[in-house]
């Protein structure tokens, strides 16, 4: 009798503790399930080069801080910035080998949007694209030999002053920057992403960016 009221006893424990170590199970199984839910993986790591030569159809290829001497004599180059021209970016302080970006908008004299990749640091990550972001030309002439670069993790431009060769244009040399049948238009087209754009200027002032960088609007 006795053997048979610890059989009940076991029996009745076994009941209780199986749910709880079941439940427990499968909690674990969810929990795992959750944390793999809406992941995706980071996109590949992109250099400057592929896909400025990717935009711009430009056909040359090395580290950027060639690409203004291999331009001579294969493709028109200048100091105007154009839509679908190629800036080609000196080797500066940490840019040890140069940097190339392809202009997607000209705004006025001094400021254009370029499309470029593996410049700022994206969500932690370098090799990450950029659309449309701002580029300002703060050279004494005005004639693009340094700039600002729009710089992702403080939201505005950077305060280098980046050394340029000049643009690089999808043209023969001697002819001049690409007219408007040139396909790198419409490539260009493609890049939609809404720009980044300065902080507001003053009302009053006169539409000079070089004064505003020295009253700090920039």
């Not at 009940?8 to 944390?35: E, K």
């Not at 694209?129 to 701002?134: D, L, P, Q, R, S």
């Not at 670069?149 to 690089?168: C, D, E, K, Q, R």
Request: proline share 6%.
């Amino acid at each position: 009798m006795q053997g048979y009221r610890i059989a009940i006893i076991l029996g009745l424990a076994a009941a209780t503790i199986a749910p709880a170590s079941a439940r427990s199970a499968i909690d674990d199984a969810l929990a795992g399930a959750d944390d793999t839910v809406g992941a995706v993986a980071k996109p590949d790591y992109l250099e400057c080069v592929p896909y400025a030569r990717q935009l711009s159809g430009i056909q040359i290829f090395g580290d950027a801080h060639t690409w203004w001497s291999q331009a001579q004599g294969r493709y028109a180059i200048g100091h105007t910035p154009r839509i679908g021209a190629v800036m080609a970016m000196e080797p500066y302080a940490n840019s040890q080998l140069g940097h190339v970006a392809t202009v997607s908008k000209v705004i006025d004299s001094r400021t254009i949007l370029v499309s470029h990749a593996n410049w700022s640091p994206i969500e932690g990550s370098r090799g990450r694209i950029e659309k449309n972001v701002t580029v300002l030309d703060v050279s004494a002439r005005n004639d693009w030999s340094e700039v600002r670069v729009w710089y992702a993790p403080i939201h505005n431009l950077g305060n280098t002053h980046w050394p340029v060769s000049g643009f690089i244009y999808n043209a023969r040399p001697n002819s001049g920057p690409a007219g408007g049948q040139d396909p790198t238009l419409q490539r260009l087209d493609d890049v939609s992403a809404t720009p980044e754009a300065p902080k507001k200027r003053k009302k009053g002032r006169r539409s000079d960016p070089i004064g505003e960088i020295i009253a700090g609007l920039y």
